[in-house]
Nanobody
Framework: QVQLVESGGGLVHSGGSLRLSCTAS????????MGWYRQAPGKQRELVAQ???????DYADSVKGRFTISRDNVKNTVLLQTDSPKPEDTAVYYC?????????????WGQGTQVTVSS
């Protein structure tokens, strides 16, 4: 089982920058999709961004143009960055690794990291 550990959360100002890192305990080279999700108080968990093993990237409409996701298959890390955080980005951010099919499917989660954006 792959262990995912997030770091980089905390308090940021809306004029600052946010950089979240997710480090996997094993190689992510063959993992189909690495993603970042978030859950704000009273809301459902939602996809923020994901990047596939082929490099395809998808973003939620609310962060498109502001957030950037990247993966490093050598360092086994996935980064989520923005230079324009907004108060509505406040949430617990979770790293996710998923893939496979049928009995071989997998879906791993990190423990989450709190991000609070002040105006």
């Amino acid at each position: 089982q792959v262990q995912l550990v997030e770091s980089g959360g905390g308090l940021v100002h809306s004029g600052g920058s946010l950089r979240l890192s997710c480090t996997a305990s094993e190689s992510i080279r063959s993992i189909y999709a690495m993603g970042w999700y978030r859950q704000a108080p009273g809301k459902q968990r939602e996809l923020v961004a994901q990047i596939t093993s082929s490099g395809r990237v998808d973003y939620a409409d609310s962060v498109k143009g502001r957030f950037t996701i990247s993966r490093d298959n050598v360092k086994n890390t996935v980064l989520l960055q923005t230079d324009s955080p907004k108060p509505e980005d406040t949430a617990v951010y979770y790293c996710n690794a998923r893939g496979g099919t049928g009995a071989a499917s997998y879906d791993y989660w990190g423990q989450g990291t709190q991000v609070t954006v002040s105006s």
